[in-house]
């Protein structure tokens, strides 16, 4: 064990390198074609994004769970932030407690996992998805409903965070932050249960781990980062409302962990990176497109489809396994 920690510090160091690399490679030809604050703009969602996806990872590549619900504890972190701020609460201050919402919506998604597991969990973990947009539908008097509500630029003090400058060096700042307390979460005894019970339940039980409280302490944490995200993500965006937080986000965000690589933390800016990056490559497709075929409904969904399969085809093997 002690020969293995320089070569995962030395691996970690250069897989942030090359991150780090690439990222500046991709700003700078995304400011020469599209602009700096475009650029910038599609930068603040990256990393928002990846903060989610660490929640991801944790659950699904550390303790071995599948939740089909991470849109809807991205939903509560935004909706809480945004019905704090507009009420006078100070940003940070709403965002700790949208931090909190979104760890106890994860603690009740986790609850099912005492009785159910694999495939039957998972389900119960969309089904937690639905009642929450469910909720946020028919809740008008709180959250108007499908009418949506505007959300207030973010504000530190006296500095006013409406420049996609600032929002960006935020979300990057919250997002090393957030990296590198996953980092000593993974490492502690906790990853290592986290571990145990994603390589076999039954032996990690028997070894004297609390499988309940290790499935249920990932889904806390994974609902904390999610609140995080969803809280910043409601000021970037401006205006939130229930359907951008449908199954089709949470979908979204499980195949930015598998995309990136759901055992490794750096996966969830790669994974992020290139669900961010897909949009701007369906518009380049359509293009591409004859008139009729490009104006045709569903054709997005399907050429969305289509770029997952072929990055998670054409991907390196080894990125999805590995050690964390």
Request: charged share 10%; net charge positive; glycine share 14%.
């Amino acid at each position: 064990m002690t020969g293995q920690a320089p070569t995962l510090r030395g691996g970690f160091a250069r897989r942030v390198g090359l991150s780090v690399i690439v990222l500046c490679a991709l700003s700078l030809l995304a400011v020469r074609h599209l602009g700096l604050d475009y650029a910038l703009g599609q930068l603040v969602f990256i990393f928002t994004y990846a903060i989610a996806g660490l929640g991801v990872v944790l659950i699904v590549g550390q303790s071995g769970q599948i939740s089909l619900g991470q849109g809807a504890l991205i939903a509560l972190g935004a909706y809480v932030q945004t019905l704090l701020v507009l009420r006078g609460v100070p940003v940070p201050v709403a965002l700790v407690l949208a931090i909190a919402v979104g760890c106890a919506g994860g603690w009740i998604a986790s609850l099912p996992a005492r009785r159910l597991g694999g495939l039957y969990f998972a389900m119960s973990t969309l089904a937690f998805a639905l009642i929450v947009e469910e909720v946020l539908v028919r809740w008008e008097s709180m959250t108007r409903g499908a009418a949506g509500l505007l959300v207030p630029d973010a504000s530190i003090g006296p500095w006013l965070l409406n420049a996609t400058l600032s929002q960006a060096l935020v979300s990057g700042l919250v997002f090393l932050i957030a990296l590198g307390c996953c980092r000593r979460w993974v490492a502690s005894r906790h990853g290592r249960a986290w571990r145990a019970v994603r390589d076999d339940e039954v032996a990690a039980a028997a070894c004297g781990v609390d499988v309940a409280r290790c499935k249920a302490q990932a889904f806390v944490i994974g609902g904390g980062l999610s609140g995080l995200a969803g809280g910043l993500y409601a000021h970037w965006i401006g205006f939130i409302s229930p359907e951008q937080f449908g199954l089709f986000l949470s979908f979204e965000l499980l195949m930015l962990a598998f995309i990136g690589g759901a055992r490794h933390l750096a996966g969830a800016f790669w994974g992020a990176l290139v669900i961010v990056a897909i949009p701007q490559a369906n518009a380049l497709l359509r293009d591409l497109l004859p008139a009729e075929l490009a104006r045709a409904a569903g054709v997005e969904a399907i050429m969305f489809g289509a770029v997952i399969v072929a990055v998670i085809l054409f991907r390196p093997q080894g990125i999805a396994g590995g050690k964390a």
